[in-house]
């Protein structure tokens, strides 16, 4: 049980174009969900928390319009990096949790590629 | 959230108990100890988690020093597929947030 998806795998875009990426979560209901990015040899930094139905909580450094976050079902949250530039190049990790468990589980994560 | 510290790498023989090492003399008392890995290009993968007493699953057992300062994490017959990024974090169990760290990067050899 506890499996979060992520949709697409990878993708490459232009720069200046907006990509969403999908984490949903296949067996539960996830009350939370967290995106994180991450880039090569380094660890996974968290960018927002978002509850279902109410809006994300970004970290500090994280710029809101930029990356867009939408939780609009307890089974789907979407992040839109918006006019993407190389520099947002990265491993984008969603993860999900839900009350009953005290758990975060992970999406086997998007890598986006921006030429 | 406690600090942690964590060798930056380790190497381990195939067939042979994986003991990775966590420092947490910060910790505070309603922090537990969670273990996640990171296969190479994949999601964390959620190991274990204990508060004071020793646990142990399919997965690996962890050990806790008495005073919670430190803690270990054994994979008792590593195999290859074992090499992984190992992270260890203090967190209040209902607490939102996993804050990583750098990690271990543990390398199983043939």
């Known amino acids: 049980g506890a499996v979060v998806s992520q949709h697409p795998s990878w993708v490459i875009c232009k720069s200046g174009t907006s990509v969403k990426i999908e984490c949903r979560s296949l067996d539960f209901q996830a009350t939370t969900m967290f995106w994180y990015r991450q880039f090569p040899k380094q660890s996974l930094m968290l960018m927002a928390t978002s509850n279902e139905g109410s809006k994300a909580t970004y970290e500090q450094g994280v710029e809101k319009d930029k990356f867009l976050i939408n939780h609009a079902s307890l089974t789907l949250s979407t992040l839109t990096v918006t006019s993407a530039h190389p520099e947002d190049s990265s491993f984008y990790i969603c993860?999900?949790?839900?009350?009953?468990?005290?758990?975060?589980?992970f999406g086997p994560g998007t890598r986006l590629t921006v030429l | 959230d406690a600090k942690t510290t964590q060798p930056t790498s380790m190497d381990c023989a195939e067939g042979r108990a994986a003991n990775l090492p966590c420092n947490h003399s910060?910790?505070?008392?309603?922090?537990?100890v969670y273990w996640y890995r990171q296969i190479h290009s994949q999601g964390p993968q959620y190991i274990i988690h204990g508060l004071k007493n020793n646990e142990t699953n399919e997965m690996a057992s962890l050990i806790i020093t008495e005073d919670r300062k430190s803690s270990t994490l054994i994979l008792p017959h590593a195999t290859l597929r074992d090499t992984a990024v190992y992270y260890c974090?203090?967190?209040?169990?209902?607490?939102?947030?996993?804050?990583f760290g750098q990690g271990t990067r543990l390398t199983i050899n043939p």
């Open positions: 993860s999900a949790r839900t009350s009953a468990i005290n758990e975060q589980f």
């Open positions: 910060t910790i505070s008392g309603n922090e537990y």
């Open positions: 974090i203090a967190k209040i169990q209902g607490a939102q947030k996993l804050v």
